[in-house]
């Protein structure tokens, strides 16, 4: 329901796990990698002329769903939800979503969060038409910029084992991996 097309969850290697997994059907159709810096201060990074922040609005849940779905399109860890499902589920997190704009056009994203003193990136993205134009790394730096002023001293993010160039870029950042995790997958029939 809902515009999925199956299920997907992460599960650390555990002994065991495999055999039963696969009995039931399950596959593992990916891997992800949760990173950690443990600075939450990347500094700050000019913005090039005709880009701006501005914090999300309850009017730009259309064109923020657009732009989630072209920025991560070639993701396989990805399913979105049919709009009203996102629309009401982004809701929820209104204050913790900052966009960037280019010309007045949304062309990136960051959304944080944080618990006591761990800042989670849960998502960066941006208009592929940006690529090698230094926006991942303005968009990490306004999350850390967030957690920071919500009192994170560290910062946790997760990506797809298959994203090279994110997890290169993170790297680049500070950030180490802290764990390898199989993603398995019950596709839906149908």
């Not at 910029?145 to 950042?173: D, F, H, K």
Request: overall charge negative; glycine content about 12%; some cysteine.
């Amino acid at each position: 329901a809902g515009g999925y097309r199956g299920i997907e969850f992460g599960i650390p290697e555990m002994e065991g796990y495999a055999e039963v997994l696969s009995t039931c059907g399950l596959k593992i159709e990916r891997d992800s990698f949760t990173m950690v810096r443990t600075d939450a201060n990347l500094g700050p990074r000019p913005l090039p002329s005709g880009f701006r922040w501005r914090d999300f609005e309850p009017a730009d849940a259309r064109d923020y769903y657009r732009l989630m779905r072209t920025a991560f399109a070639d993701d396989p860890g990805m399913q979105f939800s049919e709009f009203p499902t996102f629309e009401r589920t982004v809701m929820a997190y209104v204050p913790a979503v900052r966009l960037l704009l280019h010309h007045g056009r949304i062309v990136g994203f960051t959304r944080v969060s944080h618990d006591g003193s761990i800042g989670d990136v849960d998502v960066v993205g941006r208009d592929p038409g940006y690529r090698g134009q230094g926006i991942g790394e303005l968009l990490l730096v306004e999350a850390a910029r967030m957690l920071r002023e919500g009192g994170a001293t560290s910062l946790r993010l997760g990506v797809s084992g298959s994203n090279a160039p994110a997890r290169s870029l993170y790297r680049s950042m500070g950030f180490v991996d802290l764990q390898r995790t199989d993603c398995w997958q019950l596709l839906a029939e149908g």
